[in-house]
Nanobody, 125 residues
Framework: QVQLVESGGGSVQVGGSLRLSCVAS????????MGWFRQAPGKEREGVAMLNADGVREYYADSVKGRFTVSRDNAKNTVYPQMNSLKPEDTAMYYC??????????????????WGQGTQVTVSS
């Protein structure tokens, strides 16, 4: 059974940092396109960061570019987004996802087949 489990969410003040984790089971992160999405209440799901199967090529939404960094630990089969300089507008449920067909040039939620249950991030001023 393929499963993605996120953790690391919480409450942080503006300007703070958080590192989320996504542990995969039944799926090797190395060799698959892994993405992070977020969804705030009343808003559409937004792709924020993506790491290609080679673990080298990265994609970031303009809203997080320069503040978020995605990486992976193959030995732990885990993907991490490091989120720095957090803003109130970063408040959302964050989801890890896998695109088994490989990363596209952008992030479309419909292209990702496997999803985690999400972890909440709240940034307060």
């Amino acid at each position: 059974q393929v499963q993605l489990v996120e953790s690391g969410g919480g409450s942080v003040q503006v300007g703070g940092s958080l590192r989320l984790s996504c542990v995969a089971s039944g799926l090797l992160i190395a060799g698959n396109c892994m993405g992070w999405f977020r969804q705030a209440p009343g808003k559409e799901r937004e792709g924020v960061a993506m790491l290609n199967a080679d673990g080298v090529r990265e994609y970031y939404a303009d809203s997080v570019k320069g503040r978020f960094t995605v990486s992976r630990d193959n030995a732990k089969n885990t993907v991490y987004p490091q989120m720095n300089s957090l803003k109130p507008e970063d408040t959302a449920m964050y989801y890890c996802a896998a695109d088994l067909g490989g990363c596209g040039v952008t992030m479309m939620a419909s292209w990702f087949e496997i999803w985690g249950q999400g972890t909440q991030v709240t940034v307060s001023s």
